[in-house]
């Protein structure tokens, strides 16, 4: 069984920089992607960026773009959320998600607790 752990959270001033991680434990599947998404008071979840383990390419959305970087040590299951240039609109919960595959077929899910980043103006 797959347990992802999220750090790195804290408060921040407008224009900072955080690094948030995901650890995981009971990983084994060679094909996946790792993905992080936010989520603010009254508001839906939404795409931050991911990382697919078959070819180590990258997603980002458009709000986090040129911003943000995600990178992946595959051999100690660590995932880490680089974010520079922090605005007030990037506080949120933040959550790692792991979707494991098996050929194109999801196989299941896996989701951190969150971790609380607040960017004051």
């Known amino acids: 069984q797959v347990h992802l752990v999220e750090s790195g959270g804290g408060l921040v001033q407008a224009g900072g920089s955080l690094r948030l991680s995901c650890a995981a434990s009971?990983?084994?599947?060679?094909?996946?992607?790792i993905g992080w998404y936010r989520q603010a008071p009254g508001k839906e979840r939404e795409d931050v960026g991911c990382?697919?383990?078959?070819?180590?390419?990258?997603y980002y959305a458009d709000s986090v773009k040129g911003r943000f970087t995600i990178s992946l040590d595959k051999v100690n299951h660590t995932v880490d959320l680089q974010m520079d240039s922090l605005k007030a609109e990037d506080t949120a919960v933040y959550y790692c998600?792991?979707?494991?595959?098996?050929?194109?077929?999801?196989?299941?899910?896996?989701w951190g607790q969150g971790t609380q980043v607040t960017v004051s103006e």
């Open positions: 009971g990983f084994t599947s060679k094909y996946y992607t």
């Open positions: 998600n792991a979707r494991i595959f098996q050929g194109l077929s999801i196989l299941h899910d896996y």
């Open positions: 990382i697919s383990s078959n070819d180590d390419s990258t």
